[in-house]
């Protein structure tokens, strides 16, 4: 795997310290996760954060254990952090903060105090909610550490203030249950319980919602390290809170060797992959109602149907888990409806509200079988898929309806925001796409022709699908190259208000990235033309992805930033999503354009922000600065398939 290691030179500076993000996954959608410096600048950091009914109902436990050493002195030396206003971060334990590395998948930090060294490493345990904290003297001692643990637990997307009741802290052995939610574990325990009033979380401070919490210091544990070697480790733990797992270094270890598994199982042909892989590995989960899921991104997301079958190739058939991605189809397809697959929300609630979500699952099953070869899986699913299509030639939620003239499909109902680009502010779709729209209708023709094959491997007829897919592939051609050299985004359009439209429909012809799938997707259904993709790549492209409009269209917006309405707002007019160099590179290839320059700039990307992973978006304008997720599943998944390609 790549190298991901800091010297003292970012990690003793609190904003390149902190400004840098780990994440350890526990396979069911809890995590631990926090800064290299060791701020929290989130209200989702913790070292327990604990997954509910759905990936993104989760709750924050553990908070943080701050160590403090007890040199031979007396002194005390506070190497954890916090923030309590703009302007004061204390203690400062960064400052003395050496070294700071991800050691197959393991993030662990190096403090020097004089002569003493100590190192903390965190693990989680694979399908159990719980985080195991390993603290080992490298050097010098011996020492007393003490770790004091600040508590909560409170939805992971809110916050927790002292006008409440105090978190209730029991006594047990070796330890305390916290709100007889989660356990902790370790050496001499003593409770203590005091508010710390008013921490900061400046991430938050930043996208507008509310910066500020109260933590409850629970007490703390207290070992020493007398030589080189020896640990202090501390467990925390939710769900059978009687059933103490195996101790800490040992939870450390058997997640370092299952890294290095899945890695190896990926079969990675360079460092960049086997980064990759391991990433991925974070956002395929079990959950209270399926076996296998996927995780759209952390620390916030939950599952979403598109997301994940975009994803799907990335994540399943790249890194060795098709028999897992066969079990997460047929889930989904249990989900279909009225022709449509649920779009799994974070509410909870199952919704049916994407026109694209369906086409993404017929493309993730023909792509399925074609690399596996596993046509039983084809054959089985086959009854449903052609009920989608019936479906859509019915008609379905939303006015989605393939119009018998051209045989294209079209979408949209008030209110609704049914494609890819559904960010709303106030309620109202930024970018509501009504009519046909390319990308759609690129994933309906791919879908058609996918099915037809599905369907004679399966030894049945598949005429009447072809001449469908026929009549639909001659009407692109026909309806969506646009006069100003790219293709248009809508047609059909509802028309704009007066003074600037005026007719019944309209066809867009705002640079937007959605075109792509046009010449990327196995039937695409238009040939390769370098041409074309040279103009849209001078208007979107950038180191980290390529923007959802171009710079020089109305309503472009160059900072994703600010608070929920603004980046709403952004989020489809102009900010970078790196997914996207997906489609873009199928896209190039086929179109025999030099795609190598393509990657160095994602790839330096998995040393910021999200260390060792790919973020949800960025800026439209230069520096390209990380927004979003830190830790993104399709961005993830479309740089690792389409690297695997070359």
Not at 96 to 114: K, Q, S, T
Not at 187 to 211: D, I, K, N, S, T
């Amino acid at each position: 795997m790549i190298d991901i290691s800091f010297g003292p030179q970012l990690c003793a500076e609190l904003t390149g310290g902190a400004s840098r993000e780990w994440l350890v996954t526990d396979g069911l959608g809890g995590y631990a996760m926090g800064t290299v410096s060791g701020l929290r600048t989130r209200r989702y950091h913790g070292l327990l954060v604990v997954a509910g009914e759905t990936p993104a109902a989760r709750t924050v436990g553990l908070v943080s254990l701050d160590p403090a050493v007890v040199l031979p002195s007396g002194a005390q030396v506070r190497l954890g952090a916090h923030e309590w206003s703009p302007d004061t971060v204390d203690p400062r334990g960064f400052e003395l903060l050496e070294h700071f590395a991800i050691i197959d998948g393991v993030p662990r930090w190096r403090w020097r105090i004089g002569d003493v060294v100590i190192e903390r490493e965190i693990a989680m345990l694979p399908g159990r909610p719980c985080v195991a904290v390993v603290h080992r003297l490298v050097a010098g001692g011996p020492v007393q550490l003490d770790l004091a643990a600040v508590c909560t637990w409170r939805d992971a997307h809110g916050e927790r203030r002292a006008d409440g009741p105090a978190p209730r802290v029991e006594p047990v052995a070796g330890g305390a249950v916290v709100e007889g939610a989660y356990r902790l574990a370790g050496p001499g325990w003593v409770p203590e319980g005091q508010w710390w009033l008013g921490v900061r979380h400046r991430e938050e401070a930043a996208r507008g919602l509310p910066a500020e919490e109260d933590l409850w210091y629970a007490g703390r544990f207290s070992g020493t390290l007398e030589r080189p070697g020896d640990t202090v480790s501390v467990l925390a733990w939710a769900g059978q809170l009687d059933q103490e797992p195996v101790p800490a270094v040992e939870v450390v270890a058997a997640a370092r060797q299952r890294n290095r598994r899945v890695v190896a199982a990926a079969k990675p042909v360079d460092d960049v992959e086997a980064t990759l892989a391991l990433a991925a590995d974070a956002f395929v989960v079990r959950t209270a109602a399926a076996p296998v899921d996927v995780v759209a991104g952390y620390p916030w997301f939950g599952a979403w149907s598109r997301d994940t079958m975009i994803s799907y190739e990335g994540l399943f058939l790249c890194t060795g888990r098709a028999q897992e991605g066969a079990a997460l189809l047929r889930g989904y397809a249990a989900t279909l409806s009225e022709g449509m697959l649920a779009n799994t929300a974070d509410t909870g609630r199952v919704e049916y509200n994407t026109v694209d979500g369906t086409l993404w699952f017929l493309h993730a099953v023909a792509r399925h079988v074609t690399v596996t070869g596993d046509t039983d899986l084809g054959d089985e699913l086959l009854p449903a898929l052609h009920g989608v299509v019936d479906a859509h030639l019915k008609g379905t939620r939303y006015g989605i309806v393939v119009d018998p003239v051209d045989a294209l499909l079209t979408c949209g109902a008030p209110g609704a925001a049914l494609t890819w680009m559904d960010a709303r502010v106030y309620g109202v779709p930024v970018t509501a796409r009504t009519g046909k729209p390319v990308e759609v209708n690129a994933l309906w023709i791919n879908g058609l022709a996918g099915l037809a094959e599905l369907t004679e491997l399966a030894g049945q007829d598949a005429a009447e699908l072809w001449r469908l897919h026929h009549r639909a592939h001659a009407s692109f051609r026909q309806r969506f190259p646009a006069p100003v050299g790219w293709l248009h985004d809508v047609v059909d359009a509802p028309a704009p208000a007066y003074p600037l439209g005026g007719a019944a429909h309209h066809d867009d012809d705002l640079l937007r990235p959605n075109q792509l799938l046009a010449w990327s997707l196995p039937y695409a259904p238009l040939e390769p033309d370098a041409e074309a993709l040279r103009r849209i790549a001078a208007g979107l492209l950038t180191p980290l992805g390529l923007r959802s409009l171009s710079p020089d269209s109305p309503g472009f917006a160059g900072r994703h930033s600010g608070g929920p309405a603004e980046r709403d707002g952004a989020y489809h007019q102009g900010t970078v999503w790196p997914w996207l160099l997906g489609p873009y590179t199928d896209a190039a290839r086929r179109a025999g354009l030099d795609v190598d320059d393509l990657f160095p700039g994602i790839e330096a990307h998995l040393r910021e922000y999200g260390l060792g992973s790919v973020s949800e978006t960025t800026d439209g304008s230069a520096p390209y600065r990380a927004t979003g997720c830190p830790f993104q599943a399709w961005s993830v998944a479309e740089l690792l398939r389409v690297r695997r390609i070359r």
